[in-house]
């Protein structure tokens, strides 16, 4: 008989997986936006090319490792080690997932500080889109 607590495991397991696939889905696709400019894309590609992408997709990478670790908790029953490094990774990628979304968080309340700095260092085509957006 499967124990009561190991579905619940399973699908909170699963679901933190698929979160570090979308992380790298939305990284990757925001990358692959951010080569074609054009004046509908132009605001985001601004944002996004001063957005911590490299380190989020870290985190992705970090959180698939975690997932991985479980496996051999649930394979393991009797060895609770794998569990107690499972859950201290989870913890790992919960602390470094708050610093990422502080710093975003942070750099949009500075964002009209550095607006001329941001401004000055485009390249002549960007503002030229930016300013046929305006």
């Known amino acids: ?3 009561k607590y190991l579905l619940p495991f399973l699908v909170t397991n699963g679901l933190f997986a698929a979160t570090g696939g979308l992380l790298v889905a939305v990284i990757l696709i925001s990358k692959a936006a951010m080569n074609v400019a054009t004046t509908t894309n132009v605001t985001p590609n601004l944002l996004l090319s001063h957005a911590p992408l ?3 997709l870290a985190d992705a990478g970090l959180i698939f490792a975690t997932f991985i670790i479980s ?12 569990l107690k490094v499972h859950s201290w990774m989870v913890l790992a990628c ?7 979304g502080l ?16 401004w000055q260092q485009e ?3 960007m503002k030229h889109l930016l300013q046929e957006r305006v």
């Open 1 to 3: 008989m499967v124990a």
């Open 54 to 56: 490299n380190s989020a």
């Open 71 to 82: 496996v051999p908790g649930l394979v393991f029953r009797n060895k609770r080690t794998w």
């Open 94 to 100: 919960i602390l470094v997932t708050l610093v990422i």
């Open 103 to 118: 710093n975003v968080w942070f750099s949009t309340l500075e964002t009209r500080s550095n607006l001329s700095v941001v």
């Open 123 to 125: 390249t002549a085509q």
